[in-house]
């Protein structure tokens, strides 16, 4: 069904606000008493992705409170990354009780029209072979009462079979950015569902897959206007498309608050506007910042 283009929307936002090298990068510092980081970023951004929860499941309490701080922003929408345990601990078949775990901090969200996206974010080591496909539907058919997003990382998945299947079971898929090796699947503009997907990992090809690093210098990377630019595209390409009512662009480049940096950038170049950002965040980056962003 045909979406309105005055009904679509875009949103972006970095991945996490629960960084302590974002205490004078993003945050200030020290910070005001009661300051709270979240409620900050949601007067910035019109997203934020959840990512705690892909370590072990929020409870019921803890979404109640994320989406009340966020309540004075009628228009913000998370995204949640679905807990690991069905997505990289796949050894057995998850249990009826670990899919309730999930739901308990979903519903809280979704009950708060504050739900935007539900990630099932799989590895690079899941390929597209029988085994997963069947694992993917299982975990979709699981959690079907949700928006889910699907981002896989592997070049054995981009056939036309899967991205019909996508959109035969109103799952959408997750448009990356990360650094290129062989295998890896390629940059895209694809919607498979109502809900359009970007996310922005860097591309940090030295850290990517070298088993010690850890996260922050996995993700360590600033790009470029020059190099979002082909990204603010694709955004709008798929804004574009009469069946998506919804666009999600996540930067996952976290260290130091780049993510937050980039995804500023990257809404003033999809929209053409200059954009209001945390006073820190512009004065750590001064000169990427400058051509984007206004005094509000």
Same mark, same amino acid.
């Given at each position: ?29 020290? &910070? ?9 970023? /949601? ?37 949640? &990354?679905?807990? #690991? ?10 249990? @009826? ?7 308990? !901090?979903? =519903? ?5 029209? #504050?739900? !935007? ?24 058919? /699981? ?11 592997? $070049? ?20 990356? =950015? ?37 996260? =922050? ?9 020059? $190099? ?16 998506? /009512? $919804? ?19 990257? #809404?003033?170049?999809?929209? !053409?506007? @200059?954009? *209001? *950002? ?19």
């Amino acid at each position: 069904m045909s979406i309105p283009r005055a009904q679509r929307r875009i949103r972006f936002g970095p991945a996490g606000w629960d960084y302590p090298d974002w205490a004078g990068t993003v945050y200030p510092k020290p &910070k005001p008493k009661k300051f709270d980081p979240l409620r900050y970023l /949601a007067d910035f951004f019109e997203t934020i992705e959840i990512n705690s929860t892909y370590y072990g499941p929020a409870t019921a309490a803890t979404a109640r409170s994320w989406a009340g701080r966020v309540s004075h922003r009628p228009d913000f929408r998370f995204a949640l &990354k679905l807990w #690991k345990r069905f997505t990289h601990e796949r050894s057995t078949a998850f249990a @009826r009780d670990e899919v309730d775990a999930v739901r308990a !901090g979903l =519903d809280p969200i979704a009950e708060a029209g #504050k739900l !935007g996206a539900v990630l099932l974010q799989f590895p690079w080591s899941f390929r597209n072979q029988e085994a997963n496909r069947e694992w993917l539907r299982d975990v979709a058919e /699981a959690f079907r009462a949700y928006p889910l997003v699907v981002e896989i990382r592997h $070049e054995s998945w981009n056939e036309p079979g899967f991205y019909a299947e996508l959109a035969e079971r109103g799952l959408g898929f997750v448009n990356v =950015d990360q650094p290129l090796f062989h295998d890896s699947i390629r940059p895209s503009a694809r919607a498979t569902s109502s809900v359009g997907y970007v996310r922005v990992h860097g591309r940090n090809y030295r850290d990517w897959f070298r088993k010690a690093a850890g996260r =922050d210098e996995r993700y360590d990377y600033l790009y470029s206007a020059k $190099e979002l630019q082909p990204w603010a595209e694709r955004t709008r390409e798929l804004a574009d498309d009469p069946n998506v /009512a $919804e666009v999600y662009v996540v930067n996952n480049n976290h260290f130091r608050g780049q993510a937050a940096a980039n995804a500023a950038m990257l #809404k003033s170049q999809v929209t !053409g506007e @200059r954009v *209001v *950002v945390p006073p820190r965040l512009l004065e750590t980056y001064p000169e990427v910042l400058a051509p984007f962003v206004r005094v509000s």
